[in-house]
């Protein structure tokens, strides 16, 4: 299994930010799409927020507005960039890389917001 490395993540309080990065190693090519999911406690793991190559991004409905994935191609690295934090995005994030049959995961990072 390929590691990805993630980096980010924390405790915040409510209305504050985090970024989360991720990095996939220059072996994976022809990378699709990269992104995040999260899963809290008792709960499916979601879909937060994708970036494709060529630049389309796609993100859940309770993010919009508040979160900015983005990325860096020739580094095989994604951002995402969460703003006006609230309690509900607590979960532990996992970075996602899809290639064009393959699928990578992170081991996860813990984002707690406090109320």
């Known amino acids: 299994q390929v590691p990805l490395v993630e980096s980010g993540g924390g405790l915040v309080q409510a209305g504050g930010s985090l970024k989360l990065g991720c990095a996939a190693p220059g072996i994976i090519t022809n990378i699709k799409t990269m992104g995040w999911y999260r899963q809290a406690p008792g709960k499916q793991r979601e879909l937060v927020a994708t970036v494709a190559t060529g630049g389309r991004t796609d993100y859940a409905d309770s993010v919009k507005g508040r979160f900015t994935i983005s990325r860096d191609n020739p580094k095989n690295t994604v951002f995402l960039q969460m703003n006006s934090l609230e309690p509900e995005d607590t979960a532990t994030y996992y970075c996602?890389?899809?290639?064009?049959?393959?699928?990578?995961w992170g081991k996860g990072t813990l984002v707690t917001v406090s109320a």
């Open positions: 996602h890389v899809q290639q064009s049959v393959l699928v990578y």
